[in-house]
């Protein structure tokens, strides 16, 4: 069995500020995480991702996230927020063949 | 990442008729797709895993007669909503999943808005 949880619903950082929203997983078997950024009225973008090796994950548009398995956690960070990184942030976890789990959302709002 | 095409992006429908939204893999083809469905503001559910060549598998829940799922091609699976009401409003997304290699990956398409009025 698998889930995930992410801490906050909604957090607000200033344009410039980092950016640090929270995932944590709970996997059966060895985990692939994910991170997607959802824009409104807009599918799922693939924001970067954990599969094997370095536990350092870097993706799109300067996000970062660190799988850390004695956390059972994979928090994603931004050193600077831009206006455009308002949207909603959707951790997952699967494992081969398993099914894609998703946390319930963080909608990021970037204060001017 | 592969590119995954739905069709319509948004349609209105009266209360009791039936809405097919397609869902198309456009560069690889996919034996298996999934259909999402994402209320306002909430977090995307799994409703079905369809397998070409298949029958597709339901989530528990989810009412097989209501949600038609085809998956007739490598390339396209439908989801039918039959005599579809207001509740059934929704956001639906379907993704497929990765070729080989890359099988624990899901590449998403961009949703088709639905609404019953």
């Known amino acids: 069995a698998q889930s995930v949880t992410q801490l906050g619903s909604h957090v607000s950082v200033s344009e410039g500020a980092l950016v640090l929203l929270r995932c944590n997983y709970s996997?059966?078997?060895?985990?692939?995480l994910f991170w997607y950024v959802q824009y409104p009225n807009q599918g799922l973008q693939l924001l970067l991702k954990y599969t094997t090796g370095a536990t350092l994950v870097k993706g799109i548009n300067g996000f970062e996230a660190e799988f850390k398995k004695s956390e059972t956690s994979f928090h994603l960070t931004k050193p600077s927020a831009h206006m455009s990184d308002a949207a909603e942030y959707f951790c997952?976890?699967?494992?081969?063949?398993?099914?894609?789990?998703f946390g319930t959302g963080t909608r990021l709002t970037i204060i001017p | 990442g592969a590119v995954v095409s739905q069709h319509p992006s948004r349609v209105i429908c009266k209360s009791g008729t039936s809405v097919k939204i397609e869902c198309r893999s456009l560069?690889?083809?996919?034996?298996?797709m999934f259909w999402y469905r994402q209320f306002p503001k909430q977090s995307l559910m799994l409703m079905a895993t369809?397998?070409?060549?298949?029958?597709?598998?339901?989530e528990q829940g989810v009412e097989k007669d209501k949600f038609l799922i085809n998956h007739a091609s490598l390339t396209l699976s439908t989801l039918t909503v039959t005599s579809a009401h207001p509740e059934d409003s929704s956001f639906y997304i379907c993704?497929?999943?990765?070729?080989?290699?890359?099988?624990?990956?899901?590449?998403f398409g961009p949703g088709t808005r639905l609404t019953v009025t």
């Open positions: 369809s397998n070409e060549g298949s029958k597709a598998t339901y």
């Open positions: 997952a976890v699967t494992g081969r063949y398993e099914k894609l789990t």
């Open positions: 560069d690889f083809q996919a034996t298996t």
């Open positions: 996997s059966s078997v060895p985990p692939y």
């Open positions: 993704s497929v999943r990765g070729p080989g290699g890359s099988s624990y990956e899901q590449y």
